[in-house]
Each structure stands twice: as structure tokens, then as C-alpha cells.
Nanobody
Framework: QLQLVESGGGLVQPGGSLRLSCVAS????????IGWFRQAPGKEREGVSW????????NYAASVKGRFTISRDNAKNTVYLQMNSLKPEDTGVYYC??????????????????WGQGTQVTVSS
């Protein structure tokens, strides 16, 4: 059983930065991918970024490329999402999730079987 806990969200002005953290505990050895998703009010959950557990492969949604950076510290069982140049459309609840499946690479949320509780990111002036 894997537990994921996100932190680092908050209120930031447009153009500002935040760094989100996702700490995993429990059984972690079988998970291949960690992804970040976000959900704005009234909208469906969308994939933001993922990273392989090795850290050797990453992916970003087109809307965040060049602004967000995902990284992982395997020794600490922690994945980070550095968010720069934030825009109001980045507002939402951000979730990290873990997957054993290659289907995770296309952000198929059903491929992710462990989810964190979410952390709120609000970008507003």
C-alpha cells in the first residue's frame, strides 16, 4: 500500500513561482511513474507532468512546457514540481499519483492507482 502526500500549494501572483512536493511512503518498489494532475473548479482533471521512477524520463503538458520542471529524489521518495511564470489558468487542486503501468505516460488517470489528497494552487492578482 502506497501513501502520497502533496504540499507546497498556496496563493501566488501571476508570474510568481511555487514548488510542490509529493512524498511517498509505504510500499514503493513496484511503481514506475509519478504524475502530477490538476483540476480547476468545474473542469475535468488533466495531466500536467510525469516522471519515471528512475528520473530518466519526463513529460509535460503543452500548457506548462518551459515553465514547470518535474524532478525526483529517490532517496527521499519525493517528487517535486517547480512551477515558474505562473498564470491564472494554472489555478487548481494539484494531485500527485503513482502508477505501475505504461499507460500512465499518456495521463490515463485510471492507470494511476495511488493518489494524494491534493494541494491548492491559486494564481491571482
Amino acid at each position: 500500500q502506497l501513501q502520497l502526500v502533496e504540499s507546497g500549494g498556496g496563493l501566488v501572483q501571476p508570474g510568481g513561482s511555487l514548488r510542490l512536493s509529493c512524498v511517498a511512503s509505504g510500499f514503493t518498489l513496484d511503481y514506475r511513474y509519478i504524475g502530477w494532475f490538476r483540476q480547476a473548479p468545474g473542469k475535468e482533471r488533466e495531466g500536467v507532468s510525469w516522471i519515471s521512477t528512475s528520473g530518466g524520463s519526463t513529460n509535460y503538458a503543452a500548457s506548462v512546457k518551459g515553465r514547470f520542471t518535474i524532478s525526483r529524489d529517490n532517496a527521499k521518495n519525493t517528487v517535486y514540481l517547480q512551477m515558474n511564470s505562473l498564470k491564472p489558468e494554472d489555478t487548481g487542486v494539484y494531485y500527485c499519483a503513482a502508477s505501475r503501468s505504461y499507460r500512465a505516460t499518456s495521463y490515463q488517470y485510471l492507470a494511476y492507482d495511488s493518489w494524494g489528497q491534493g494541494t491548492q494552487v491559486t494564481v491571482s492578482s
